[in-house]
């Protein structure tokens, strides 16, 4: 069973719903509990999966533990798997108080946990094992909170491309052709949920850099969030507003990766390993990442991709112009980014990896 607190839709909610897959497909039963106003939840239930609506609010903290307790009396899971704040609290108690037999805290996010004596409690008593999508994140929890390596487990979320990839040069057409430009324009762009740390602010700059020089290159952010308004607005005050698009959000992002001569993750904080790079390496387009969190994890600079600091625009943009200008050995880069995804980040390796933690903790019990 799992729980998710969280309303969004971003990398966090389509692990969860990709390892759920997996699971059901292998024969496991999957049960999702979350608000149902939920995004995760509503595609669960789409998608025929067992669902609980629970609103998991700290107002409700208090009355979902005894729903929680009431829906584990009943369906008697071999594992409970929490993955935010609220949820976490709620669902590894309850799963404590009913002797459920693994109760696991996932970790998608590398932002420090303050290490507190509810945290300490939290990842050192009530819950067996820590799953996390980053070494990094992994090496501060074990360090913080100073837990033995085999307590966390890093897990990367695994991807895996569509039946069939257009072909790139159909892909930027259909690009031209959704926003009404030219057939020569060319695109760069970003495909994130539109969050402040993101760095889509730092991409915008860097882009303003090298439009001039590139003059039928676009900027594309495909995505939505909550601050699609302050990136409106900072749009129209660049000097080339018209050459800027934020499409929204798309649920088939493939012909956006195979359309773009590059995919860029700008972000500043909090990254484990994003999924976009990876679905991007996997459609053979190129990446530009920062040096935040789990990313260079799967973004070595020259062999995979292009590294960039954080919050350093102009260092941006020099990576945009190699990329645009082939200062770079694009097809080996390229070339090596989908050999390391298809080896290391497939769905299989991350759902075997998975049950291997289940069944260890289930082996102890």
């Known amino acids: 069973m799992h729980t998710e607190a969280s309303n969004g839709w971003g ?8 390892e759920a897959r997996w699971m059901r497909d292998r024969g496991h039963r999957v049960v999702i509990a979350g608000p149902p106003n939920g995004r995760l939840f509503q595609k669960a239930v789409g998608e ?5 609506a629970i609103p998991f609010e700290k107002r409700t903290q208090a009355r979902d533990l005894f729903r929680v307790m009431g829906l584990l009396k009943r369906l008697r899971p071999d594992a409970v798997a929490t993955h935010s704040s609220v949820d976490s609290w709620v669902g590894l108690a309850a799963a404590r108080l009913r002797g459920i037999p693994c109760a696991v805290r996932y970790r998608h996010v590398s932002t420090p946990v303050k290490n507190s004596a509810a945290n300490r409690f939290l ?4 819950c067996d094992r820590i799953i996390t999508t980053s070494e990094t994140t992994s090496r501060c929890l074990r360090k913080d909170f100073r837990l033995p390596d085999g307590r966390v487990k890093t897990i990367a979320t695994g991807v895996a491309g569509p039946g069939e990839l257009p072909a790139r040069e159909d892909a930027r057409r259909r690009l031209c052709g959704e926003l009404g430009l030219d057939g020569d324009a060319r695109f760069i762009g970003c495909v994130a949920v539109l969050r402040s740390w993101k760095g889509h602010r730092f991409l915008m700059d860097a882009f303003e850099l090298v439009a001039d020089s590139h003059p039928n290159v676009h900027l594309m952010l495909v995505g939505d969030g909550p601050i699609r308004k302050t990136l409106l607005e900072k749009r129209e ?3 080339c507003p018209e050459r800027i698009h934020l ?10 990766y195979r359309g773009m001569e590059a995919i860029v993750l700008a972000s500043v904080k909090n990254e484990g390993i994003p999924q976009s790079l990876l679905q991007s390496m996997l459609a053979g387009t190129p990446v530009i990442g920062t040096t935040v969190g789990g990313i260079p994890e799967i973004v070595s600079h020259g062999r995979t991709g292009l590294l960039v600091e954080p919050g350093e625009p102009r260092q941006l943009a020099e990576a945009l112009a190699g990329l645009l200008d082939g200062a770079f050995d694009e097809s080996r880069i390229v070339s090596q980014a989908r050999e390391m995804v298809e080896e290391y980040y497939s769905l299989d390796r991350m759902g075997e990896q998975v049950c291997r933690v289940f069944q260890e903790v289930l082996k102890e019990k």
């Open 123 to 126: 990842y050192q008593k009530l």
């Open 48 to 52: 025929g999966f067992e669902t609980v």
């Open 11 to 18: 990398g966090q909610e389509i692990r969860i719903l990709t």
């Open 247 to 256: 499409v929204g959000h798309r649920d088939d992002p493939w012909p956006y």
């Open 237 to 239: 005050k660049t000097a």
